[in-house]
Each structure stands twice: as structure tokens, then as C-alpha cells.
């Protein structure tokens, strides 16, 4: 009788139905932002906002997430926590870089350059920096590397406080996270739709990459019993 070859699930249930809602969120969401009200200081451009914030979000999510997961390992040495803070950060460094693309675009035309030495833009852009340096340092560090890089996740994640009021305690031309309550309803429902549509969209890729990490531990797991068993064979 012959065993059968089992085919691997590529998603699960759960996954499958929050990629049908971030499908539709991608579809509503554009109609939403041009039905909105177009900015009369910046025009057409302000519309970047609703892809813009919705990015920064979910930097600051995964910034978050990474930093918790990687004070966990330092303190505790889960394994699952490791993988958590990698998947976390490399989710940081995507949306981050979305957002270091789309700010200079929109500053630009609202300020005439493509970047200031603006207090938010340099800590986002440190931010990204840092999280891209931790990666470097899990892949490459060599035995001390996923210490080290869980020690600047850490730093990194104090950073987004930093971000999210420093507009409010220094001078500034980014405009301040208090304009959010202001803006039109038709801008807030285009926003949110947005912000919803990336958040699952960042749930979805987390898990998918928590799967491929965790199989990767597994894999290296076996290699290892399996060199076991080959050295009490010889």
C-alpha cells in the first residue's frame, strides 16, 4: 500500500477570508478617495495622504510588535517570540520604506522639496534605519546576531513614541495628528477604509510569515537530528 503524498495547505480558511476582505478594501478604497473632497491648499496630491498614513500605521504596528516580541526573547529566550519580532520587523521595513517613498512625493508639491530635516521625517527615516540594521544583524551577526538585533528592535520601538508627538512638542511643518478629527466625513470614511484595508492586509503577511519561519526552525531541527543520527551510525 502506498503512502500518498500529502500537498501543503498554501492558505488557511482564515487567511483566504481576510484576503477577500483586504481584496474588496482595495477596491472600495480608491472609489472612496475620489468621491472625497479634493484639499484646496495642496489639490490632487493630498490625496497620497490615504495611502501615506494607512503605511505609517502599520510601521508603527510592526515597530511595536517587533520591540515586545524581541524583550521577550532577550529576557525570556522564547524561540517563537524571535520569530514574531523578525516577521514583525521586516513588515516595519516594507511599510516604512512605502512611507519614506510616498512623504517626499507629497512634500514636494505642499512644500516645494523633496525632503526636510523635519523632526517626524528624520525619527521615521532613524526608525527605518534601525529596523533595517536589526535584520541585518539577525541574518549576518554571527552567534551574537539575533541578541544584538533583538537589542536594537528594542531601541527602535522606543523611537515611535518619539514620532507620533513630535509634532506636538516641537515646531514643525509636518502637519499634527490632531487635523485627523477635523477632516471632512467623506475624508475620514476614504481614511479609515484605508487604514483597515493595510491593517489586514499587514494581519495576512504576518502569519504567512510566521508559517514560513516556524517551518524553517523545523526544517533546521531535522537537518540537525538527522546529522545526529548519521554520527551514531558511523
Known amino acids: 500500500m502506498t503512502a500518498q503524498r500529502q500537498t501543503p495547505q498554501t492558505f488557511s480558511t482564515v487567511q483566504l477570508l481576510l484576503l477577500a476582505v483586504v481584496a474588496v478594501g482595495f477596491a472600495v478604497a480608491p472609489q472612496l478617495i475620489v468621491k472625497a473632497p479634493t484639499e484646496p491648499t495642496m489639490g490632487l496630491v493630498q490625496r497620497i495622504f490615504y495611502f501615506h498614513v494607512p503605511c505609517a500605521w502599520q510601521t508603527m504596528i510592526g515597530a511595536f510588535l517587533a520591540g515586545g516580541a524581541s524583550a521577550m526573547y532577550l529576557f525570556r529566550g522564547s524561540l517563537r517570540a524571535r520569530q514574531v519580532a523578525i516577521a514583525s520587523a521586516e513588515l516595519a521595513v516594507l511599510f516604512g520604506l512605502c512611507v519614506l517613498l510616498t512623504g517626499p512625493l ?4 505642499a512644500w516645494g522639496v523633496w525632503w526636510q530635516w523635519d523632526v517626524r521625517l528624520t525619527t521615521t527615516a532613524l526608525l527605518w534605519i534601525i529596523f533595517v540594521a536589526a535584520l541585518f544583524a539577525e541574518r549576518y551577526g554571527g552567534p551574537g546576531g539575533p541578541r544584538l538585533s533583538a537589542g536594537l528592535m528594542v531601541f527602535g520601538a522606543a523611537d515611535v513614541p518619539m514620532i507620533y508627538i513630535s509634532v506636538s512638542l516641537w515646531r514643525t511643518i509636518h502637519p499634527k495628528t490632531s487635523v485627523v478629527p477635523t477632516l471632512d466625513p467623506a475624508m475620514k470614511l476614504a481614511l479609515w477604509t484605508s487604514v ?37 551510525d558511523d
Not at 106 to 109: D, E, G, N, S
Open 196 to 232: 483597515l484595508t493595510f491593517t489586514l492586509l499587514f494581519v495576512v503577511l504576518m502569519s504567512l510569515r510566521l508559517r514560513v519561519l516556524r517551518q524553517e526552525a523545523r526544517l533546521a531541527e531535522l537537518k540537525m537530528q538527522a546529522d545526529d543520527v548519521g554520527l551514531l
Open 106 to 109: 507629497w512634500a514636494r508639491k
